[in-house]
């Protein structure tokens, strides 16, 4: 196989000539043709270009080999449908081993039914969210598939979302993104394939407790069963368990609770707070890339800055997207960003967050979840608890004086807005944070400051405010056969990390029912 980097083709020009470099170069018919990475470089806004690196060779592409298979009698559960989740289950299933997938909210067809009523009538359902429900968090997102990580497993995840219907170029564009419109098939694939190898999906269903016994000579307990209760009708039920995954997410603040009561170790972990800040594409695009802009894909920004004692940066940015009311409890306001995979839309959002210290919120397991938690109440508070988000012009935000009307950029959040005083919702060191930051950010982005730039309020459920301790073995450290996974359990942040770690659980997993190492 040969590989070239490093071509460069201007905008327009056709990927065909990529492949007519290769025969070049190879002299030969090619028979196996792949391009291995795609980026755009802008630094020249008059000489805009796609970078690729490509592979080549006259011999048809090796298959890969098989994972080697087992048909275990052992169950084992996964608990939440998230990306940690449903990656570990699909691992699982390509080992021979057929797991329980139980999760609170409803499968993806009905759990959009539900948000968008949310979004529209403001009726929250806390089972049933953009937190949670069939795909987990990412659901209604930009399913942006970019890591900072560099786990061994990151190149499977981007496999198995295009296998499951994700575009294909997700395998090589060095900032790939699914969007949420194809996340959804890529969701009731990966269920079928599950369920068609003899997996099955528990919806509706709430991991509430579980019974444990001692195991020889371990000063460890093991985990016996899990108790499950039904969301819809109250009905609870016991599940007999060999191992179980459990990858709730970082929304999961019940759960959390139970299992603290339960005597599962956690400790607490730092978190950012901040806001939605939002722009025209045009604007964006234009800034990024010059006159050429509308030749390209929607762009996007990374920014820090380092002008406030506070660290703040830009996340999960969601070109050509929408801010989207993102609460999964009744009573508190959260706000998140989400982009369909043409990343069309009028206006661009990106978090921007504020790192918090122990300190801000105190050292307590929970400070920093009842700290988050005050925050979502105060902004439904002060929109006259109806999930209307605050806002504020950023020309406003600098002065602490409330907006009266908006100016060229328009909100995108579906549940309504009310101008408000984000300094009396955020705590004092965020907001002079944010007030240095916005400016010093705009000498890196022009027009990022824009006065009429929309801050939305409040975005909250940036990590887990918490973390779930597992050894060497991945296994919990209070109790065997439990394996904290993802986001939720702190090993993880955003989409393909914490598919990433679902992998690594599951082939640890497949490693001990092999080993019928069982019990530690
Ligand atoms: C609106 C939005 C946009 C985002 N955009 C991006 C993006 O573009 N790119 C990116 O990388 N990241 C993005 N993220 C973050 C990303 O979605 C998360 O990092 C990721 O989903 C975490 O995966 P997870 O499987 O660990 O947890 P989750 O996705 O949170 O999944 C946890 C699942 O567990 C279920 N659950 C919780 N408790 C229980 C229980 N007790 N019993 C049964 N089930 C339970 C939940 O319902 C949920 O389905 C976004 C998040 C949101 C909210």
Same mark, same amino acid.
């Given at each position: 196989?040969?590989?070239?980097?490093?071509?460069?083709?201007?905008?327009? @020009?056709? @990927?065909?000539?990529?492949?007519?470099?290769?025969?070049?170069?190879?002299?030969?018919?090619?028979?196996?043709?792949?391009?291995?990475?795609?980026?755009?470089?802008?630094?020249?806004?008059?000489?805009?270009?796609?970078?690729?690196?490509?592979?080549?060779?006259?011999?048809?592409?090796?298959?890969?080999?098989?994972?080697?298979?087992?048909?275990?009698?052992?169950?084992?559960?996964?608990?939440?449908?998230?990306?940690?989740?449903?990656?570990?289950?699909?691992?699982?299933?390509?080992?021979?081993?057929?797991?329980?997938?139980?999760?609170?909210?409803?499968?993806?067809?009905?759990?959009?039914?539900?948000?968008?009523?949310?979004?529209?009538?403001?009726?929250?359902?806390?089972?049933?969210?953009?937190?949670?429900?069939? !795909?987990?968090?990412?659901?209604?997102?930009?399913? $942006?598939? *970019?890591?900072?990580?560099?786990?061994?497993?990151?190149?499977?995840?981007?496999?198995?979302?295009?296998?499951?219907?994700?575009?294909?170029?997700?395998?090589?564009?060095?900032?790939?993104?699914?969007?949420?419109?194809?996340?959804?098939?890529?969701?009731?694939?990966?269920?079928?394939?599950?369920?068609? /190898?003899?997996?099955?999906?528990?919806? *509706?269903?709430?991991?509430?407790?579980?019974?444990?016994?001692?195991?020889? $000579?371990?000063?460890?307990?093991?985990?016996?069963?899990?108790?499950?209760?039904?969301?819809?009708?109250?009905?609870?039920?016991?599940?007999?368990?060999?191992?179980?995954?459990?990858?709730?997410?970082?929304?999961?603040?019940?759960?959390?609770?139970?299992?603290?009561?339960?005597?599962?170790?956690?400790?607490?972990?730092?978190?950012?707070? =901040?806001?939605?800040?939002?722009?025209?594409?045009?604007?964006?695009?234009?800034?990024?890339?010059?006159?050429?802009?509308?030749?390209?894909?929607?762009?996007?920004?990374?920014?820090?800055?380092?002008?406030?004692?506070?660290?703040?940066?830009?996340?999960?940015?969601?070109?050509?997207?929408?801010?989207?009311?993102?609460?999964?409890?009744?009573?508190?306001?959260?706000?998140?960003?989400?982009?369909?995979?043409?990343?069309?839309?009028?206006?661009? /959002?990106?978090?921007?967050?504020?790192?918090?210290?122990?300190?801000?919120?105190? &050292?307590?397991?929970?400070?920093?979840? @009842?700290?988050?938690? @005050?925050?979502?109440?105060?902004?439904?508070?002060?929109? &006259?608890?109806?999930?209307?988000?605050?806002?504020?012009?950023?020309?406003?935000?600098?002065?602490?004086?409330?907006?009266?009307?908006? =100016?060229?950029?328009?909100?995108? %959040?579906?549940?309504?807005?009310?101008?408000?005083?984000? *300094?009396?919702?955020?705590?004092?060191?965020?907001?002079?944070?944010?007030?240095?930051?916005?400016?010093?950010?705009?000498?890196?982005?022009? &027009?990022?400051?824009?006065?009429?730039?929309?801050?939305? =309020?409040?975005?909250?459920?940036?990590?887990?405010?918490?973390?779930?301790?597992?050894?060497?073995?991945?296994?919990?450290?209070?109790?065997? !056969?439990? %394996?904290?996974?993802?986001?939720?359990? !702190?090993?993880?942040?955003?989409?393909?990390?914490?598919?990433?770690?679902?992998?690594?659980?599951?082939?640890?997993?497949?490693? /001990?029912?092999?080993?019928?190492?069982?019990?530690?």
């Amino acid at each position: 196989m040969k590989r070239l980097d490093n071509i460069k083709l201007h905008i327009g @020009e056709s @990927e065909q000539t990529l492949i007519k470099i290769a025969q070049k170069n190879l002299k030969k018919p090619v028979k196996f043709f792949k391009i291995l990475k795609k980026s755009l470089d802008a630094r020249d806004k008059n000489n805009i270009l796609w970078v690729y690196s490509i592979a080549f060779s006259e011999e048809p592409e090796e298959v890969r080999p098989s994972l080697e298979k087992l048909c275990s009698a052992t169950q084992v559960a996964v608990i939440g449908s998230g990306p940690a989740g449903l990656m570990c289950g699909l691992r699982l299933v390509e080992h021979g081993i057929a797991p329980i997938i139980i999760e609170r909210g409803e499968c993806v067809e009905e759990r959009e039914q539900t948000t968008l009523k949310f979004f529209k009538s403001r009726v929250l359902n806390p089972q049933s969210n953009v937190q949670f429900g069939e !795909g987990g968090a990412g659901t209604f997102s930009d399913g $942006k598939l *970019n890591t900072q990580t560099h786990n061994g497993n990151n190149r499977d995840v981007l496999e198995y979302f295009a296998r499951f219907g994700a575009p294909k170029e997700i395998l090589y564009l060095n900032k790939p993104h699914i969007g949420s419109d194809n996340l959804k098939t890529v969701l009731k694939n990966i269920r079928k394939f599950i369920e068609n /190898n003899g997996g099955k999906y528990l919806f *509706n269903t709430q991991f509430i407790g579980f019974n444990k016994f001692q195991s020889g $000579k371990s000063n460890r307990p093991k985990l016996k069963s899990l108790i499950l209760k039904n969301t819809k009708t109250g009905e609870e039920s016991e599940l007999e368990v060999g191992f179980t995954v459990l990858a709730v997410g970082h929304s999961s603040r019940d759960t959390f609770k139970m299992l603290d009561r339960s005597g599962i170790k956690m400790t607490p972990r730092d978190f950012a707070i =901040g806001v939605r800040i939002e722009h025209l594409a045009a604007q964006i695009g234009l800034a990024q890339y010059g006159k050429n802009y509308k030749l390209l894909p929607a762009a996007d920004y990374k920014l820090v800055s380092h002008a406030h004692e506070r660290t703040v940066f830009t996340f999960c940015m969601c070109p050509g997207g929408v801010v989207i009311p993102a609460a999964s409890e009744e009573g508190g306001v959260v706000v998140n960003g989400m982009s369909n995979y043409a990343r069309n839309g009028l206006n661009s /959002n990106s978090a921007l967050m504020v790192q918090m210290k122990a300190d801000d919120f105190g &050292g307590e397991l929970f400070s920093g979840m @009842e700290f988050q938690r @005050e925050i979502e109440r105060m902004a439904f508070e002060a929109g &006259g608890r109806t999930y209307a988000a605050p806002v504020q012009l950023y020309k406003d935000f600098a002065l602490d004086k409330i907006s009266q009307g908006f =100016g060229e950029v328009e909100p995108t %959040y579906a549940a309504g807005t009310f101008f408000a005083p984000l *300094n009396e919702i955020l705590p004092s060191v965020a907001v002079s944070a944010l007030k240095a930051a916005i400016p010093d950010m705009d000498k890196r982005l022009r &027009g990022f400051a824009n006065p009429s730039a929309i801050l939305t =309020g409040v975005e909250t459920r940036f990590s887990s405010p918490v973390k779930i301790e597992r050894g060497e073995d991945l296994q919990s450290v209070s109790l065997a !056969g439990l %394996y904290p996974c993802g986001e939720g359990a !702190g090993y993880s942040g955003g989409i393909t990390s914490s598919a990433a770690d679902g992998i690594k659980i599951a082939e640890k997993i497949f490693e /001990n029912i092999k080993n019928h190492t069982i019990f530690i």
